[in-house]
């Protein structure tokens, strides 16, 4: 089977993708909720934790043979059984990022964008290229994440410097410690979920054509995604201070709409909601593909592709479980974004352990 | 044969994301798009809602064509609905109204005076989570009904709604006599916080003029009567005829959900330099060599004014340090403001003036009104380690006892297009 290869800003951007997607989703107005003013500080605390998941993913694949992915590697340091298990979890995890994502956009353009258009049909649009791209393959969506990233987070800082521009309220981020010191720094150890999706690079590293090429991908990619999860918390906090700030539906799309200098330049969400679609397909594409990519190794099959349609098929089915926008949003906030990182970095490290464990163990026997 | 099957199964693929648009499509000639929306309290603990549409250039040219004796285009159709909500009122306003109503292009929403002060935040809190209203619309306030207001959008000068609303809600166009920030986004923002005043434009009808009968008094009776100074009057009150029936003068002032008062054009001006808005406009001084005169000068900030807060447990001081320049454009003394002596005697009185005026607001709506215009409370909050300790504070109820101090400095930049007055030839002494 030939496999693929893709370069570092590939790899990057295809991270970079899967995790700030969030931002145009209701997060920001999530951790204001729980943080008031600190949201920033459980913004930051989840970001400084976000290596951990890299360096969990790093010790699982050097303890397995070369070339696994996560999903083969686990298996393999964990045997069939308890294997299956965890990798059975890792495709949850995928699964339902996808599935909760794609109704969480689908409801913010049912309400602002498109309030006309039946919900299923706005599913089924977004669906189809998601899974085409998905089909396609990794390579090719890592030349589109790296065509679209740039595009992407220079539309997000113009609107960030767009809001402050047209409305700044000083001392927006005091009292420092918002709803309590210990609340805050209890959070931003939970919200460390807010980086789950880092998980993407045990699919990823496999494909890279040296390891050394490995921390430089995995770098750029927290770095970059930090900085844009936390200076669109940080900036939210200015145009929208607390309490306005949890009372918000859409935070970024609110933003944008604010936008306004003159008579000339207003009215500018409509440009910048190209992008961000394309960012949500993006998005949906690789957890699908991620999905895809974890079920088919476990079953041993020799391709990934078979797997996309079908999979799509049951995105859409899930998808449209939640009864309402709101039970979407606590589904992400309440279990996604809280015990994620239990997924994301709590399994790679017991195997990561584990792997070490048997390194050892087979290093005293010969 | 493979790839024309396979072809033929792409195509309803291809096509469904682009058919997604169809149920969303607006087409303009469809579409009725309010401009301004007025809000009165109802009968029966509902609302009146008054829509201003921009009239389509269409059924103006079709209306014109039929009209004689040079009747004024009609740019706005004006219609009220009785209704307990904005999208019930826009929903039974379908009825008669031919095109779609849509709120996307509104830019200004107006409160009445009596539901100004019986409390807006009902009002406020279902339109704001309407999808088609932006939180950039201009918030105004009027004086008497927001529908007589509406009726009362004329303009003589533009035939475009769009573009009057636009030039006629920007402080930078319109000297700077209006909030600087009275957008819905600053309203709510404003009322959603402890304490804080939220302002909005003050505007009123002006029937007499509309009817002609308004005129501006004659030749003056008493002339041993100082020069009124024109910033101190409030929309409605303007000595003028002519042109549109309508002022945009002042602002007015919330406390909490409620308005408690009116500020004056030249209180508001104060207020947006206390806050570090200041836009630069003409402002009108007492002459200091007669009492009786009035000079004007072109007032701009030197920088933004640095607010310091002190807090001891419940007692506050706030201090204001303040620097303006400006341009003297207009004086009927006859004492030479350029010269160094008389420059220092000018700015030693615009300070004087300053300080007073800005005194008189900060008493008027904190320690009369109880409420906070000046965002203190945003550094007050600073002081406070947790947003519990803050709420705990109830900044409202120590607004009252909050002292102030002010140090306020003026310089004179330039002196107009003439260096000394103008003297009678007759007059004129050369020594």
């Known amino acids: 089977m030939n496999t693929h290869r893709i370069g570092v800003r590939e790899t990057a951007s295809i991270g970079i993708i899967f995790i700030i997607a969030k931002i145009f989703l209701p997060f920001q107005r999530s951790l204001a909720e729980i943080g008031g003013t600190a949201a920033w500080i459980i913004a930051l605390i989840a970001a400084m934790l976000c290596p951990l998941t890299w360096w969990s993913i790093r010790g699982v694949l050097r303890h397995a043979s070369g070339g696994s992915t996560l999903i083969e590697a686990t298996e393999e340091i964990w045997g069939p059984w308890l294997g299956t298990i965890w990798n059975l979890v890792y495709f949850t995890f995928f699964f339902t990022i996808t599935f909760l994502v794609l109704r969480e956009f689908s409801e913010l353009l049912a309400s602002d964008i498109l309030p006309r258009t039946p919900m299923n049909i706005i599913m089924i649009a977004m669906l189809i290229p998601i899974a085409v791209v998905a089909y396609a393959g990794l390579e090719a969506i890592g030349r589109f994440c790296w065509s679209a990233a740039g595009l992407i987070v220079a539309s997000v800082v113009i609107v960030l410097m767009g809001g402050l521009m047209t409305h700044f309220e000083p001392d927006a981020l005091l009292p420092f410690w918002g709803t309590g010191r210990s609340q805050v720094l209890s959070l931003g150890l939970v919200k460390s979920s807010l980086f789950s999706e880092m998980l993407v690079f045990g699919f990823l590293l496999p494909r890279l054509r040296k390891t050394s090429q490995w921390p430089k991908a995995a770098w750029w990619c927290m770095s970059v995604s930090a900085f844009t999860i936390f200076i669109t918390t940080f900036v939210y906090l200015f145009v929208f201070p607390y309490p306005t700030a949890i009372r918000l539906n859409v935070p970024m799309f609110e933003l944008s709409r604010l936008v306004i200098f003159g008579r000339w330049i207003q009215r500018l969400e409509s440009v910048f909601l190209i992008s961000w679609l394309i960012c949500a397909v993006v998005k949906l594409a690789i957890g699908l593909y991620c999905s895809a990519a974890t079920l088919s190794q476990m079953m041993k099959l020799p391709k990934v592709q078979p797997v996309i349609f079908p999979l799509a098929l049951l995105v859409y089915a899930c998808s449209i479980l939640p009864g309402s926008e709101m039970e979407a949003v606590l589904w992400d906030g309440q279990y996604l974004r809280t015990y994620g990182s239990l997924v994301s970095i709590g399994i790679p490290m017991l195997t990561w352990l584990l792997g070490m464990i048997k390194s050892k163990l087979k290093g005293q026997q010969t | ?431």
Request: proline share 4%.
């Open chain 2, 1 to 431: 044969m493979r790839r024309f099957l396979r072809a033929m199964l792409a195509l309803p693929m291809v096509g469904l994301p682009l058919l997604s648009g169809c149920w969303d499509r607006l087409d303009p000639e469809n579409m009725a798009f309010i401009m301004a929306v007025g809000v009165d309290p109802g009968p029966s603990s509902n609302f009146i809602y008054t829509f201003a549409v921009a009239m389509p250039k269409s059924s103006n040219a079709a209306a014109g064509g039929d009209s004689s004796g040079g009747s004024q285009e009609q740019i706005v159709d004006v219609f009220s609905q009785e209704a307990s909500n904005l999208t019930a009122a826009l929903m039974a306003s379908q009825s008669y109204v031919a095109r779609r109503l849509t709120l996307i292009h509104s830019k200004v929403f107006v409160l009445g005076e009596s539901l100004a002060r019986k409390g807006v935040m009902p009002v406020l809190g279902e339109v704001v989570r309407n999808d088609e209203f932006r939180r950039t619309v201009n918030v105004i306030t009027t004086k008497g009904r927001a529908d007589t207001f509406i009726h009362s959008i004329k303009p003589t000068m533009e035939k475009d709604i769009n573009l009057w609303f636009e030039l006629e809600l920007d402080p930078h166009n319109i000297g700077a006599v209006t909030p600087h920030h009275s957008r819905f986004h600053d309203f709510i923002v404003d009322m959603e916080r402890p304490g804080t005043g939220a302002t909005t434009i003050l505007s009123a009808a002006r029937p007499d003029i509309e009817r002609g009968k308004a005129r501006i008094a004659d030749e003056d009776s008493d002339k041993k009567a100082s020069q009124p100074i024109e910033g101190d009057q409030y929309a409605g009150t303007l000595h003028r005829s002519g042109e549109t029936p309508i002022d945009f003068f002042g602002s007015a002032v919330y406390r909490g959900e409620r308005m408690v008062g009116f500020l004056t054009a030249y209180e508001t001006i104060m207020m947006n330099m206390l806050r570090g808005e200041f836009e630069k406009t003409t402002l009108e001084f007492r002459d200091p060599s007669d009492e009786k005169l009035t000079l004007s000068i072109i007032m701009s900030a030197q920088k933004k004014p640095d607010m310091d807060i002190k807090r001891n447990k419940d007692e506050i001081e706030v201090s204001f340090k303040v620097r303006m320049e400006g341009d003297l454009i207009g004086s009927f003394s006859k004492l030479d403001y350029t010269l160094p002596q008389n420059q220092k005697k000018l700015e030693t009185s615009v300070e004087e003036q300053l300080r007073d005026r800005t005194s008189k607001i900060l008493d008027k709506t904190m320690h009369q009104w109880s409420t906070d215009c000046f965002h203190i409370g945003n550094h007050v909050r600073a002081t406070f380690p947790t947003l519990q300790d803050w709420y705990a504070f109830k900044w409202r109820d120590h607004i009252k006892e909050t002292k102030y101090r002010l140090d306020i400095r003026f310089q004179m930049r330039r002196h107009g297009d003439q260096v000394g007055p103008a003297v009678e030839g007759d007059k004129m002494n050369l020594k």
